[in-house]
């Protein structure tokens, strides 16, 4: 399987969409205007640095994403349920942090939970806690070709070629 950076961002806003519905879940983008998105989850990608190889032509990275849980000063009680929000958020990503199948990446490690920068922005009507994680990702496609699968079922006693089928018998 091939992917790139685009298909995991989209493959966990989409997971995100599904799974918080009356948020706002989108890129984040520090110039938007953050307090008419809230609540809302932004998602960014930190840093790209890269994994060791493994031999099989993808670029292999150990990405560090975010997701910036933003609630407006209205919410009562904004500090429990800010830190809520980013539990439910950490608790997501951990249960469910495998956004693409087929090998291409791996489970979410090092999930934490902190105050986001804005918080000394309270008063332009929004704070936010920030769910931070790093996950390893094997972008592109893979050089690595399997040899040939036989199919069916076949027997030999003491054969003396493996890849000789006239010394098998199928079953």
Not at 155 to 161: G, S
Request: with cysteine; glycine share 6%.
């Amino acid at each position: 399987m091939n992917i790139n950076l685009t298909d995991v961002h989209d493959a966990i806003i989409a997971a995100l969409k599904d799974r918080f519905l009356k948020v706002t879940v989108d890129s984040y983008n520090p110039t938007q205007h953050l307090s008419s998105l809230a609540p809302a989850c932004l998602l960014d990608i930190e840093e790209l640095p890269k994994s060791p190889d493994v031999g099989d032509g993808r670029y292999p990275v150990q990405a560090r994403f975010s997701i910036h849980c933003v609630l407006g000063m209205e919410v009562e009680n904004l500090q429990i349920e800010l830190r809520e929000f980013a539990v439910a958020v950490s608790q997501f990503v951990y249960e469910n942090g495998i956004w693409i199948s087929g090998s291409v990446l791996e489970k979410p490690l090092d999930i934490e939970a902190y105050p986001g920068n804005f918080r000394k922005d309270t008063r332009h009507g929004f704070d936010s806690f920030v769910v931070s994680w790093s996950q390893k990702l094997y972008l592109g496609a893979s050089t690595w070709q399997p040899d040939n699968v036989r199919d069916g079922i076949r027997v030999a006693t003491n054969a003396n070629d493996e890849n000789d089928l006239s010394e098998y018998r199928e079953i």
